[in-house]
């Protein structure tokens, strides 16, 4: 079994930045460059929306079109850890942010895809 964790949410201001972090264990041996990781959040009324990605394996990433060039995914494989660096916050990112977990070497921005998920961390931009 896989724990995911996750941790760095708050209430920012537009235009501000956050770093939120995802911390993976398993069982003993558990290594996180076997899996992929993801970013997903959930807004007030709204579906789920696959927002980053990452591929331990070999560090392919990806991101959902509104969140390019705002939001940066990285892994820092010894603390068994993704990060997901949030900059030039909208109102319209306010969710719960959700981290994923998968036994895969790639990554999708497709909920389904991943077995392992965390109990969120809440982000809430003000105008």
């Known amino acids: 079994e896989v724990q995911v964790v996750e941790s760095g949410g708050g209430l920012v201001q537009a235009g501000g930045t956050l770093r939120l972090s995802c911390v993976a264990s398993?069982?003993?041996?558990?290594?996180?460059?076997?899996?992929?990781i993801g970013w997903f959040r959930q807004a007030p009324g709204k579906e789920r929306e696959g927002v980053s990605c990452?591929?331990?394996?070999?560090?392919?990433?990806n991101y959902v079109d509104s969140v390019k060039g705002r939001f940066t995914i990285s892994s820092e494989i010894a603390k068994n850890t993704v990060y997901l660096e949030m900059n030039s916050l909208k109102p319209e990112d306010t969710a719960v942010y959700y981290c994923a977990a998968v036994l895969k070497p790639w990554c999708r921005l497709d909920g389904t895809f991943y077995d392992y998920w965390g109990q969120g961390t809440r982000v809430s931009v003000s105008s």
């Open positions: 990452i591929g331990t394996m070999d560090g392919s990433t």
């Open positions: 398993g069982a003993p041996g558990f290594r996180l460059d076997d899996y992929a």
